[in-house]
């Protein structure tokens, strides 16, 4: 049975074919530059396959990524009857969901409904959908929400200290993010770690250009740094994570801007780029704090001393902690911004194995043996994830 994934972004669609009988992955690929010309990168275990061609909309990119896995030379597919179902990424769920579910048309209504929380995002997500239906009518649709795995936090964790009004009016309130990576790398660490997860005390770190951390107490998310946007929390790639919202009116009169564009300094132009100057991606980044960058080393610092603040509050939050799980891009690979967090976290009982910090690619424990708190270090996989609910809500 084979599961097509989707992520859909105003501009790019992004996708994956699993087959689900042993969750290999058979093809992926990414249309980017839609609406402007159009490029496509398709793999296969035969190769990989790039072609500019011209994407007016989402549909028209949808129908390139259905022939290319038809294609004689580097299709993986004979007919589009086998691709059983489509499951999509669908960035924000409000209130309104809190797992995933088959898209029906008051599904759809609903998640329409929940833009505005997420205008960037949904509805981009709905187009990649609705393409999907056009180009294969009757393949049943899954929407996999970032947010629905966080809809389990308590009130204490959600509410803004606000007036209630605005959360009952305008529903606003804490959602979080990346609910499907963090789902995913606290399963794998229970296994990893050879414990069920209703006994563990997790947080789990998904470090890439977006940033979230998320308190996994008995499989469930209990807190996490993100907030009714992606902006909160951490410092990202380019976005500032918090800071004193009377902030932003003082930029808006001392640079004389807008809200709109104080809204794109603080999600562009800030975070990690902003305090270097030099770039939002940390290889960049240490080579620049290598070669005596000082504002580059400051990025670097803030960056660390903030992900080991949001651990100690987690540890605090859960009164325990067992494990503490890195993913994604700069989790995954950067040994440096591991070493640097854990390093303030020895009075919990944090021990890193220098050594085994220093591999890369695999799931593995990277702390020492008398470590009280375990190190996972556990690769992200977002699509699986996705497939994986698919697979379940309709009961394949
Ligand atoms: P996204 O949030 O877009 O999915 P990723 O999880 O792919 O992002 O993470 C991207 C970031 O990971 C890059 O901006 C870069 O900072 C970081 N990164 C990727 N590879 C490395 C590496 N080898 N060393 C350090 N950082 C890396």
Redesign the pocket.
Known sequence: MYVLVINAGSSSLKYQLLNMKDESVLAKGLCERIGIDGRLVHETDKGKHTADTAMPDHAAAMAIVLDSLLDANHGVIKSKAEITAVGHRVVHGGEAFAASVLITDEVEAAIEAVSDLAPLHNPPNLTGFRACKHHMPGVPQVAVFDTAFHQTMPKKAYLYAIDYDLYEKHKIRRYGFHGTSHKYVAQQAAILLNRPESELKLVTCHL???VSLCAVDGGESVDTSMGMTPLEGLAM?TRCGDIDPAVVQFIMEKECISAQQTNDLLNKKSGVLGISGVS????DLSAASQSGNDRACAAMEVFAYRVAGYIGRYAACMNGLDAIIFT???GE??CGIREKVCAYLTWFGVELDPAQNAKRGEALDISTPEAKVRVLVIPTNEELMIARDTKTVLNL
């Open positions: 890439g250009n977006g790639g939002s991606d940390f290889r994604a891009g700069i690979n950067d």
